[in-house]
C-alpha cells in the first residue's frame, strides 16, 4: 500500500520566517503534486513535478523531488499571512491514476 | 473556463436517507475523480473515470456508494442509507488525457449525517 507521510503536521510561525515541509514515501512515484487547501473548499494545484531530482520554484516557494522519486520538499521564503493553510502533497504511482494524498501540513502564519 | 463544480455545496441529512451529489467537470476534461476528505485528513481516492468508463474504485467504495457519468460530462455520486461514519467533504476533481498529470478540484460538497 502506498502512503503518503508529510511533516510536521502542524507549523506556526512569524510572517517573515522561512519552513520546509516534506512529503516522504518508501514508494516510487511516476510524478508529485503539491496542493494548498483553505478551509471549506477544495484543494488548489501549487505544482507538479515528474523528474527525479527536479526542482520548481513559484514565486516565494520551492519544490524539490527526490532524485529516487519517492519524497518532496517545499521550501517557503519569508512566509506571509496569506501562506496560511493546509499544504498536502498527492501522488500516483506508474500506470495508475489513483492518487494518493498526504496527511497535509496545516500551516499558520502570524503577523 | 468555469472551473470544476459541485452541487450542492452543503448537504444536512438524516441517517438511513439516500443522497446524491453532482459534479459537472472543466469542460472537454476526460477524466474526472471523487475523494472524501474529513476533518485533519488528506483526500481519500474514492473512484475516477476516463469518459463514461468507471476504471477503479477504492474497497472504501462499500455497496451503499454508487458513482455514474453516464455521457461523460457531469457525474454523480450516491450514499444509500446513510451512516454518521459518512459525514465528510465529498471533493470532485478532473483532469484532462495527455496534458500531464495536473488534476483540478471544485470546492466540495460537505455532508453532515445527523
Known amino acids: 500500500t502506498q502512503l503518503l507521510e508529510q511533516s510536521p503536521q502542524f507549523l506556526s510561525i512569524q510572517e517573515g520566517e522561512n519552513l520546509t515541509v516534506y512529503c516522504n514515501s518508501s514508494?516510487?512515484?511516476?510524478?508529485l503534486q503539491w496542493y494548498r487547501q483553505e478551509p471549506g473548499e477544495g484543494p488548489v494545484l501549487l505544482v507538479t513535478?515528474?523528474?527525479?531530482?527536479e526542482v520548481k520554484k513559484l514565486k516565494r516557494l520551492t519544490f524539490q523531488f527526490g532524485d529516487a522519486r519517492k519524497d518532496s520538499s517545499l521550501h517557503i521564503t519569508a512566509a506571509q499571512t496569506g501562506d496560511t493553510g493546509l499544504y498536502l502533497c498527492a501522488g500516483a504511482g506508474s500506470g495508475t491514476y489513483k492518487y494518493i494524498f498526504g496527511t497535509g501540513t496545516r500551516l499558520k502564519v502570524l503577523a | 473556463d468555469t472551473g470544476v463544480s459541485q452541487d450542492p455545496r452543503h448537504k444536512i441529512t438524516k441517517r438511513g436517507q439516500n443522497v446524491t451529489f453532482r459534479c459537472d467537470p472543466i469542460?472537454?476534461?476526460?477524466?474526472l475523480y471523487w475523494y472524501r476528505q474529513t476533518l485533519g485528513q488528506g483526500p481519500e481516492f474514492l473512484t475516477y473515470?476516463?469518459?463514461?468508463?468507471?476504471?477503479?474504485k477504492s474497497r472504501l467504495l462499500s455497496d451503499r456508494f454508487s458513482a455514474e457519468r453516464p455521457k461523460g460530462s457531469f457525474s454523480t455520486l450516491e450514499i444509500q442509507r446513510t451512516e454518521q461514519g459518512d459525514s465528510a467533504m465529498y471533493l470532485c476533481a478532473s483532469s484532462l488525457v495527455g496534458q500531464g498529470p495536473e488534476q483540478y478540484f471544485g470546492p466540495g460538497t460537505r455532508l453532515t449525517v445527523t
Open positions: 513535478v515528474v523528474t527525479g531530482g
Open positions: 469542460s472537454e476534461h476526460n477524466r
Open positions: 514508494s516510487v512515484f511516476s510524478s
Open positions: 473515470f476516463q469518459n463514461e468508463a468507471q476504471l477503479e
